[in-house]
Structures are given as structure tokens and as C-alpha cells.
């Protein structure tokens, strides 16, 4: 999986073309390395600036990003850990003309005797700013968005596809026509199921992913429907799909001793027992 580390505030930018260490002109189109769906085009050129470490570095950039690109512009700031390991990113929307960004940075931090470091600027289709708006609106208007009780579980965005990604338990509980009628589309959404979303074939489905535990239920609060299994994890099973070997049965069936299999979704919290959200419970008999 590729690794980034991102750069305390995330920022987003524009841009077209890049420069590279001894040139500001455009990248060359023979480097460019596009993603599946060209929502980001990464440039293997790039502009050498120096500093007296990294840690200095990475507040001049914020500096520059700040005072040269509009928030529309802006996409993420961060240190790669992959293919371009030590090398600083900065993205910036289509719009923007990289060749002037790299220009314009050259100028900000122009060479001394410190350390020589590589900024890459790619250009993504999204800003942040667009991408952490419509987070907040489908946080907040939910029940516009979601069909029935199951809502997002989580969200954010991820540099490296310029995408929003919405934590849901499976995409058919998602409105896709109610997202698409409010922001014109849904390409810059990628969904990442849980559990519930692949089921095995057996008489009564169970999903196919591992379980989070087998245990028994030491704890059972019927009027919270929250269980404690195996004295490690409290799962709040509100909305959960409880079976057993018959098929689905309620929540006021399960007994301390019962052996279960629990799969959550979501986060969950490391606390001492840890706290999560059960999406299917498997009675073991």
C-alpha cells in the first residue's frame, strides 16, 4: 500500500505543468504517471529547494503555499514514504499552471548553502477545500443521503487518489442519486464497505471477512442492546444482524455464556475493553 506522510494541515492547490531542478519549463508528458481515472497526475520532474533541515523546510512550504495558492487551489502537503521516498509533494487543482508554481517557489526559496531538497507539485482535480465541504455536508444531512438507519461510519480524505472516502457498511445503503442531484456527480467518492457488504453462501450467510473475536458474552445490557464478549470488547449491536444456526434472531436471544462471532464496523476504541459497533454477530452452537 503506498505510505504518505502528510503534513500536519493538509492544503490543496492547482496547477498544469512542472519544472524540474534545472528547468522551470512544463514536465514532459513521456513522465507523467496518472492514476486509474486521471483525478491525479503525478510529474516525475521536480523543483530543488534547500533549507537547513526538514523541519525548516516544511514551514517554508506551508509559508509559500499559503501566501501563492488560493484555497481552491489546494490540495494535499505531504512527505512521500514510496516510490519518491524523502521527496516533499504538493498538489495543486488543473487549473493552476504548475510551470508558474515551480517558478514562483524557485523565487520563494531560492538556493544557499543548506540542504537540497526535492518538491514535486502534481495536479489533482479536486481541492481539499471542495473535498472537506461535501465531508461535512453528508456528516450533516445524513439522513438525506442514507437510506434507513445505517449511516456513514467514516470519512476522510485521501491524498493519493484525491478522493473523499465514505466508511458506509455497503453502498447499497447510500442514496447515490440524492448525492449525485447535490453535487453534480459522485466521481470524487470512493466507498469502503464493512462487513455486511460480502456474505458466504453458507445455508444462514455470515460475512466473509474474519471476525474481529470469538468469544463467549460475559456481559449483556438489553436495554442499551450493548454485549461485552470475551471480557475484551464492548459492542454496541443496535443495529446489528444477529444469527444463529436457524437464522437471524433478536438481540434478546443472546445469553451470557453464548460463544459468538463478532464482526464490527467502523472504528473501534482502544480503551480496557475496547468500545466498537457490532455489525453481525454469529451465535456458535
Not at 23 to 29: A, E, F, P, V
Not at 54 to 81: M, P
Request: charged fraction near 30%; glycine fraction near 8%.
Amino acid at each position: 500500500m503506498r505510505k504518505l506522510l502528510l503534513i500536519s494541515v493538509l492544503f490543496i492547490v492547482g496547477a498544469c505543468g512542472q519544472g524540474n531542478a534545472t528547468s522551470t519549463g512544463m514536465g514532459s508528458t513521456e513522465a507523467n504517471r496518472e492514476k486509474a481515472d486521471d483525478t491525479v497526475i503525478e510529474y516525475e520532474d521536480y523543483v530543488e529547494v534547500y533549507g537547513e533541515d526538514q523541519e525548516e523546510l516544511v514551514v517554508k512550504l506551508k509559508d509559500f503555499i499559503n501566501e501563492n495558492l488560493a484555497s481552491e487551489q489546494r490540495g494535499e502537503f505531504y512527505l512521500n514514504h514510496d516510490e519518491r521516498e524523502g521527496d516533499f509533494v504538493i498538489q495543486v487543482t488543473k487549473e493552476t499552471d504548475v510551470s508558474e508554481v515551480a517558478d514562483e517557489l524557485k523565487s520563494y526559496l531560492p538556493e544557499t548553502d543548506g540542504q537540497a531538497f526535492k518538491v514535486h507539485i502534481d495536479h489533482v482535480t479536486y481541492s481539499k477545500a471542495f473535498l472537506e465541504k461535501a465531508q461535512d455536508e453528508i456528516f450533516e444531512e445524513e439522513r438525506r443521503f442514507f437510506k434507513g438507519e445505517r449511516k456513514v461510519l467514516g470519512a476522510y480524505v485521501d491524498a493519493w487518489s484525491n478522493k473523499l472516502v465514505l466508511d458506509v457498511s455497503r453502498v447499497e445503503d447510500v442514496d447515490l442519486e440524492a448525492l449525485a442531484e447535490r453535487f453534480g456527480h459522485t466521481d470524487f467518492i470512493t466507498f469502503s464497505e464493512g462487513p455486511l457488504a460480502s456474505l458466504n453462501d453458507d445455508q444462514v450467510p455470515v460475512p466473509t471477512a474474519e471476525p474481529y473475536i470469538t468469544g463467549p458474552i460475559t456481559e449483556v445490557n438489553r436495554g442499551s442492546k450493548v454485549v461485552l464478549v470475551d471480557n475484551l470488547i464492548y459492542a454496541s449491536s443496535k443495529h446489528a444482524v444477529i444469527v444463529n444456526s436457524s437464522g437471524e434472531i433478536a438481540f434478546d436471544e443472546l445469553n451470557v455464556g453464548d460463544t459468538v462471532r463478532l464482526w464490527v464496523e467502523g472504528g473501534v476504541a482502544e480503551s480496557l475493553p475496547a468500545q466498537g459497533s457490532a455489525a453481525f454477530i454469529q451465535v456458535v452452537e
